[in-house]
């Protein structure tokens, strides 16, 4: 089986706006609603959890309906992305088991294209580990760091050709990614990188 898990627990600090930026309006809507819109349409996804903060008062205050039965909000959201998708997937295990699919997508990533996430789907359902959708990297990018004054210096260019930008969703399994993210040290600001942590 495979399920849907939106951490949607920030606080949108740096966009600044009076409302986190998953409840910011998009189009007559909250911009949520745009990112939940084709999990909720995918016929293979069971059940879309969005993790909320535990103080959330927005997401009551907007009818869900129309996306269908299958989204449930969680109110466990923690400190760190990373925690956020932790306890959601920790809550959804009562339903989930290790060995089912997790799709973990940003709130704060509105308009999925469907055909992307038919793609990620079909590429990684007979995968024993799971994969992510990404972009290749087409600006150059440079490494910096600091000179003896502390003034921030160029220390080189990438080889973009060998670097790709993460996006979401991030498809694993359930089981696996909860040891993942369990285990993971240092910054672990997608899915991915707690999983590559594992080897
Ligand atoms: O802030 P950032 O863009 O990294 O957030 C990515 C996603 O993680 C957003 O959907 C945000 O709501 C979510 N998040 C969360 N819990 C946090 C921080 C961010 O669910 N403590």
């Known amino acids: 089986k495979a399920y849907a898990l939106v951490p949607a627990a920030g606080s949108g600090s740096r966009v600044g706006a009076a409302l986190p930026k998953q409840y910011l309006e998009l189009a007559g809507r909250p911009l949520l609603y745009h990112s939940l819109l084709e999990l909720a349409?995918?016929?293979?996804?069971?059940?879309?959890?969005?993790?909320?903060?535990?103080?959330?008062?927005?997401?009551?205050?907007?009818?869900?309906?129309?996306?269908?039965?299958?989204?449930?909000?969680?109110?466990?959201?923690?400190?760190?992305?990373?925690?956020?998708?932790?306890?959601?997937?920790?809550?959804?295990?009562?339903?989930?088991?290790?060995?089912?699919?997790?799709?973990?997508?940003?709130?704060?990533?509105?308009?999925?294209?469907?055909?992307?996430?038919?793609?990620?789907?079909?590429?990684?359902?007979?995968?024993?580990?799971?994969?992510?959708?990404?972009?290749?990297?087409?600006?150059?990018?440079?490494?910096?760091?600091k000179d003896e004054a502390g003034a921030q210096r160029i220390a080189g260019t990438e080889d973009r050709t060998q670097l790709w930008l993460a996006q979401t969703p991030q498809m694993f399994r359930a089981g696996l990614l909860a040891q993942a993210l369990r285990q993971a040290k240092g910054a672990v600001t997608d899915e991915s990188s707690a999983v590559e942590q594992l080897g």
């Open 41 to 145: 349409r995918h016929p293979r996804i069971e059940q879309v959890f969005v993790v909320l903060a535990q103080g959330d008062d927005q997401f009551r205050r907007h009818d869900w309906r129309e996306l269908g039965a299958r989204v449930e909000p969680l109110y466990c959201g923690g400190k760190s992305r990373r925690d956020s998708v932790y306890n959601g997937l920790v809550a959804a295990m009562a339903a989930v088991q290790a060995d089912d699919w997790v799709l973990v997508h940003d709130a704060a990533r509105p308009c999925l294209p469907p055909s992307d996430l038919a793609r990620l789907w079909e590429d990684c359902r007979n995968d024993a580990i799971g994969g992510i959708l990404a972009l290749p990297a087409t600006d150059t990018v440079k490494r910096v760091g």
